[in-house]
């Protein structure tokens, strides 16, 4: 019997990753000052960006995808590990969870990431979900010591294991109908066999939309977000307000734009509530939060909501102009949350919103620099916010949805009262408190790297755009 390998040539991206995951696993326990594990860790990644350039095609039996669309969405998981790592360096030595399992873990869910948007085969999405998922439960409840991370990691772990429940149920009952797990075969099939109106693809459908509504913490499956980004570390925190998010979105993309092409109408029912409750309760409540991390889980369930806009256009506008969205939302959210990781110090957490009273006068380039990523998730121009803003809007507008359009403009409003308030905390309060900031080179380079993309992109947004609908080409 003449046993052949698969071509590995479209999985080298991952066949890397999971290398690197290991090889810190092992180093951690000769290397005695962590963050050579943190500089090793940026460097495999840069390593790992370099195999996906000429990393296409498909493998095993059609079941896992290289193509431009999951190398995009690789390209901000990869952006959200390097911008996560270099948070993360001062930040665990002071909270004394600088372990070396740490780094390890971000590689391992960035790799269940990768998977599951490369996934051609519903199997595969699961087990890059999986993966995914049981390494950032672990990141959540990182402070063993605190509580409240203990608490966020146990939510974040049942109602993902709830999720993971309606996705295997959505699978079973989309095999059971079709006889394949295959996403491009499943789509052949329903056209084929005029399946459109049946009630068990229906179900399964819906049930896909619970599972990745979950994971995208779109209302109402969000329950589990406010709490796990409060508990969380505030470096995991933004973490996985990014890659979990980009990553539900890049199935999201590829299982209803496919496999669920020929039923676009019942899922684009589903997903318009979806999208305004998210924009709803992501913005109001966001209004009553005291603490800032709580206000940007909040702020992360709104975002979901408009990044849904684009979807449910239901074209290559609207996939693309999601894309565009989720990267530039992964520069500010982190910038964002760099900020409130720069206010931590020995004894003081920094993460009240009264924290930021009259900051600027006793930090005025870091308030600047607050500024500009409030700016950018308000949405306000010249920032990249806007531009992410525009696109999904437009895509929206062209595929008919204009009412759908307005109703966002709306909470985009209401959204400036929280992000603004902040502004209006560090630029028109006396300071109150003495606030010191946690001195880091690697912080720093973050900061800089995500407001200069953050300015960049809002100005020049050409190149993000076309690099955007150039990795739809085929899709």
Request: charged share 10%.
């Amino acid at each position: 019997m003449n046993l052949q390998l698969p071509p590995l040539g479209p999985i080298m991206p991952e066949i890397f990753m999971t290398s690197l995951a290991l090889i810190l696993l092992m180093a951690d326990l000769f290397i005695k000052k962590k963050e050579v594990l943190a500089g090793a860790s940026i460097l495999g990644v840069l390593v790992v960006a370099y195999t996906l350039i000429g990393s296409s095609g498909s493998t095993f039996g059609g079941m896992f995808i290289s193509d431009g669309y999951s190398s995009f969405f690789k390209a901000i998981f990869f952006i959200n590990l390097i911008l996560s790592v270099l948070i993360s360096i001062k930040y665990i030595r002071i909270e004394r969870v600088n372990f070396g399992e740490y780094y390890s873990l971000i590689a391992l869910s960035t790799l269940g990431m990768m998977i599951m948007a490369s996934a051609a085969d519903l199997i595969v999405l699961y087990l890059g979900l999986e993966l995914m998922a049981l390494s950032t439960y672990i990141l959540a409840g990182f402070i063993r010591y605190d509580i409240k991370s203990n608490e966020a990691a146990l939510k974040y772990f049942l109602l993902g294991a709830f999720s993971s429940a309606f996705l295997l149920y959505g699978i079973s009952l989309i095999y059971g109908l079709t006889g394949t797990t295959s996403i491009k075969a499943i789509a052949s099939f329903i056209s084929e066999k005029g399946l459109v109106g049946n009630p068990a693809l229906s179900l399964s459908m819906t049930l896909f939309v619970v599972a990745f509504g979950f994971k995208i913490a779109a209302v109402p499956f969000h329950m589990w977000a406010p709490d796990a980004y409060e508990g969380a570390p505030t470096s995991i925190t933004a973490f996985m307000s990014v890659g979990p998010k980009a990553a539900g979105f890049a199935v999201l993309g590829r299982v209803f734009m496919i496999a669920f092409a020929s039923i676009k109408f019942e899922w684009t029912f589903l997903l318009i509530p979806l999208s305004i409750l998210s924009m709803a309760i992501g913005n109001i409540v966001a209004l009553a939060q005291s603490n800032i991390k709580r206000m940007l889980a909040y702020s992360s369930i709104a975002h979901a909501g408009y990044a849904l806009i684009g979807v449910i256009a239901a074209n290559t506008d609207g996939v693309a102009s999601m894309m565009n969205y989720l990267m530039i939302y992964a520069f500010m959210n982190i910038g964002a949350f760099a900020v409130v990781i720069m206010l931590r110090t020995e004894g003081f957490k920094g993460e009240n919103i009264t924290d930021y009273e009259g900051l600027a006068k006793t930090h005025p380039f870091l308030s600047a620099l607050m500024l500009i990523f409030m700016f950018s998730l308000t949405g306000i121009p010249p920032t990249a916010g806007f531009i992410g803003k525009l696109y999904v809007f437009m895509s929206a507008i062209n595929a008919g949805y204009t009412w759908l359009v307005l109703v966002a403009v709306v909470f985009s409003v209401i959204s400036a009262y929280f992000y603004l308030r902040i502004v209006m905390y560090m630029y028109m309060r006396e300071p109150k408190i003495e606030v010191g900031t946690s001195k880091s080179g690697t912080l720093g380079v973050a900061l800089g790297v995500t407001a200069v993309m953050v300015l960049a992109i809002g100005v020049y947004p050409k190149c993000l755009v076309e690099l955007a609908r150039a990795a739809l080409s085929g899709f």
